[in-house]
């Protein structure tokens, strides 16, 4: 019989009441959707990228609407670590579902910094490890796109929490798999996976790049086929869970990402085109198993491996 424990997931050590989460930096600090639906039917929120200080963000304009996708160069802007748990993480503590930090550092040690801050604080069900940013002591290349750095950043972070440790790959590689195991050899707990794909536009009569910060992420439907063949790459490669993200609107992508090897997924870009997508993607997956009462949303994991 279907029953919401067949939607329980686990994610390493955290227990999440359904696979559906809400993917960093398209959420805020949940706000503004207070007041659209309970936050508590959520499996969790990811909180926008926090800092050590605040950050403004890039130079506007810093969104484009691309066919079936989003461009964004948000750039990071938050209150800082400290504003944050003085005036959101009370808050975001009360709401009944699980909250994960996804911190950014623009050096080693602001990463283990951050990791440490953050673990004196109660009410945190994970850390997530953003590691497309720039290391500003290395040129500017960001930790991601190497084994190296993103295994040192996660060692980092590892050795300065108690919190479980879930670490952001980046697509844009040439071998995901690579620095996926490279984080995990280093201690991750979990990998969420995808962030946006580097792109950019032109305005063709100002003849100039459209974002002020000239290239973006993308994100939305545009990038789902990329994410999906990442998630079953990587999930062929590790034994730790994988949340997976990048373009899902429907209760159909998330099966999709789930069946490909995802423990739980997150809704991000999907948001904009509805607020209340993630509550249709329970209510799908609910549906999708009523249909196989002897199945529970764990069975699904992976299951498109298997061969037939
Ligand atoms: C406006 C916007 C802001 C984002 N900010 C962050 C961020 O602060 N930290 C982060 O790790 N990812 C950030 N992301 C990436 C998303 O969390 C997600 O990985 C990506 O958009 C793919 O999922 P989607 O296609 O469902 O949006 C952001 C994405 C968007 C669209």
């Known amino acids: 019989m279907t029953t919401a424990s067949s939607l329980e997931t686990r994610v390493g050590r955290v227990t999440l009441k359904n696979p559906v989460l809400v993917a960093s930096g398209t959420f805020g600090f949940a706000r503004e959707y207070e007041r659209l639906f309970p936050i508590s039917a959520l499996g969790g929120v990811m909180v926008t990228g926090i800092t050590l200080e605040p950050r403004a963000g890039n130079p506007p304009p810093r969104l484009m609407e691309t066919?079936?996708?989003?461009?964004?160069s948000i750039g990071l802007e938050n209150p800082g670590v400290h504003k944050f748990i003085e005036e959101e993480l009370p808050r975001l503590r009360d709401l009944g579902t699980e909250i994960i930090v996804n911190i950014s550092g623009f050096s080693l040690d602001e990463y283990g910094r951050l990791a440490e801050i953050l673990d004196k604080e109660t009410g945190l069900a994970a850390l997530e490890v953003n590691i497309s940013c720039p290391n500003v002591k290395k040129g500017g290349m960001t930790f991601g796109v190497h084994p190296e750095s993103a295994a040192a950043v996660t060692r980092m972070?590892?050795?300065?929490?108690?919190?479980?440790?879930?670490?952001?790959l980046s697509p844009n590689v040439t071998d995901i798999v690579e620095i996926?195991?490279?984080?995990?050899?280093?201690?991750?707990?979990a990998l969420t996976l995808i962030n946006t794909l580097s792109g950019m536009a032109i305005d063709p009569e100002k003849r100039r790049p459209v974002l002020g910060n000239v290239f973006g992420g993308l994100s939305g439907p545009a990038v789902k086929p990329v994410a999906l063949r990442m998630i079953w790459q990587v999930y062929q490669a590790?034994?730790?869970?994988?949340?997976?993200?990048?373009?899902?609107?429907?209760?159909?992508?998330a099966l999709e990402f789930i069946m490909a090897g995802a423990t739980a997924v997150a809704i991000g870009t999907g948001l904009f085109l509805d607020p209340f997508s993630p509550l249709k993607v329970i209510e799908g997956l609910q549906g999708f198993l009523a249909k196989n009462p002897e199945e529970t949303i764990r069975d699904l994991i992976g299951a498109a491996h298997c061969s037939p």
Do not use: C, E, H
Not at 159 to 168: F, G
């Open 67 to 72: 066919p079936a996708g989003l461009l964004n």
């Open 157 to 168: 972070v590892r050795q300065s929490t108690s919190l479980p440790v879930w670490v952001k």
């Open 180 to 189: 996926a195991q490279a984080v995990v050899d280093a201690g991750a707990d």
């Open 238 to 253: 590790v034994t730790v869970p994988l949340v997976g993200m990048g373009g899902i609107i429907n209760y159909r992508d």
